[in-house]
């Protein structure tokens, strides 16, 4: 089985644009659609055709251009069951657990309420990628607008049991603001201090800061180290519940 082959683009102002594909069968998958011309110009550039769009949720800068690329392509759009309407043009409607075939590549969907309430990430486990849209950042996760915070540390946690080798694809550059907040609950981190600089530097050059790895985030993003004893320190939380200093840190971020 030849690997999979990756395209990684801007849309609108900061969202990115990926494009995932299967030598072997041709399909070319479109991780949301954020912008059409982008994609399209992606597309074209690589010759590959979308024959699917694997939609995580319904915000507008993730689905503003599934009709317009599937009137352009015919491909299938999948999307989360418990958003499916809310999202344009679905076709075929993922829950929790499910799996389905992409080529010969296996699918796995995880559900991750929080961000949104019906939010999934697409999980190639033999291909060890994660696409997490809007749950998990680097150096961040999704700001809750539909569900509290108990449920994202809840998802999260589904996500950090995977295999720390994980790429992780991410919905939005929002890296050097996380990496400066990070800082801020977690300043004697020196893994964090040593990435915070290499984000700067990469960031200064116009360079993306995708893909990152799960072992990195749990090392350094502090979304994912509520039981943290020195995060817990600096915030004078070390009493309380996991799901309770993940609160703060992410009320934190809303007002960093």
């Known amino acids: 089985m030849k690997p999979l082959e990756l395209d990684v683009f801007l849309c609108r102002t900061d969202n990115f644009g990926v494009l995932v594909h299967d030598p072997e069968t041709g399909f070319t998958a479109a991780i949301d659609a954020p912008e059409e ?3 399209l110009e992606a597309a074209t550039r690589r010759g590959w055709k979308i024959t699917h769009i694997f939609t995580t949720h319904h915000h507008t ?7 317009a690329l599937k009137e352009h392509f015919g491909c299938e759009i999948i999307g989360p069951i418990n958003e499916a309407i809310a999202i344009p043009g679905l076709d075929r409607t993922m829950a929790d657990g499910d799996s389905f075939l992409f080529g010969d590549h296996t699918v796995n969907v995880i559900e991750t309420p929080g961000h949104t309430a019906g939010h999934i990430c697409y999980h190639f486990a033999d291909d060890k ?8 950042f680097a150096l961040g996760c999704g700001r809750l607008f539909e569900r509290p915070a108990a449920d994202m540390w809840h998802s999260l946690q589904k996500l950090a049991v995977l295999p720390d080798e994980t790429a992780i694809y991410f919905g939005h550059e929002y890296t050097l603001s996380n990496a400066r907040f990070a800082l801020t609950v977690d300043p004697d981190n020196e893994r964090l201090k040593n990435r915070a600089a290499e984000i700067e530097a990469l960031r200064a050059d116009g360079k993306f800061t995708i893909p990152t790895t799960l072992g990195l985030e749990k090392e350094t993003n502090p979304f994912l180290r509520a039981a943290d004893p020195a995060i817990r320190r600096n915030l004078l939380m070390e009493g309380k519940t996991n799901e309770e200093v993940f609160a703060e840190i992410r009320k934190r971020k809303d007002h960093f």
Request: hydrophobic residues 60%; aromatic residues 6%; charged residues 10%.
């Open 129 to 136: 990628l994660l696409f997490a849209a809007d749950t998990l």
């Open 61 to 67: 800068d993730h689905v503003t251009a599934n009709l």
């Open 37 to 39: 011309a982008p994609i």
